[in-house]
């Protein structure tokens, strides 16, 4: 899979949330439309604990979600990469609407910044490039264009 950024379009409009009872992640997005075609030719790549929301006709990664409870989370340090905001599309994903699928064969862990709230879910590659594609969602890319890691800020709630 090849993560392509796009600078010129606005990034997925939401929320990210984590929400405690539910020990997951949930994007609750701003656009009603959006929300009614929620499961109409979607499909998940998996990042560990993570899922990354793509719309199979056009490509473009939409938003982040999965179940992650926090036992499986280490403490540590998290600071975003230098990125800007856009939108993100992949290519060669083969899946089907509904399927989930492995972004690769890496391990991919959790790291929570108790002081500023970030969490950090990568397998230890060279981040060359990042973006803003979803509001608290930050994706990184190595210099071949695959995933590097994700930098997640989201909104803890009960």
Avoid at 96 to 116: E, N
Wanted: charged share 20%; hydrophobic share 40%; no cysteine.
């Amino acid at each position: 899979m090849i993560f392509h950024f796009d600078r010129q379009q606005a990034p997925t409009p939401g929320k990210l949330l984590y929400i405690e009872d539910e020990l997951s992640l949930f994007f609750e997005e701003s656009d009603p439309l959006a929300q009614v075609q929620s499961g109409r030719d979607r499909t998940e790549i998996s990042v560990g604990a993570v899922d990354l929301t793509v719309h199979l006709p056009t490509g473009k990664v939409l938003f982040a979600s999965g179940y992650a409870p926090r036992e499986g989370w280490r403490p540590g340090t998290v600071t975003p990469p230098p990125h800007q905001a856009g939108a993100v599309a992949v290519t060669g994903l083969d899946a089907l609407p509904g399927m989930a699928v492995r972004v690769d064969a890496r391990k991919y862990g959790i790291t929570l910044d108790g002081r500023t709230g970030w969490l950090q879910v990568t397998a230890g590659v060279p981040t060359h490039e990042a973006l803003a594609f979803a509001e608290g969602t930050v994706i990184g890319v190595d210099a071949d264009g695959g995933l590097s890691g994700l930098w997640l800020k989201p909104e803890f709630a009960d």
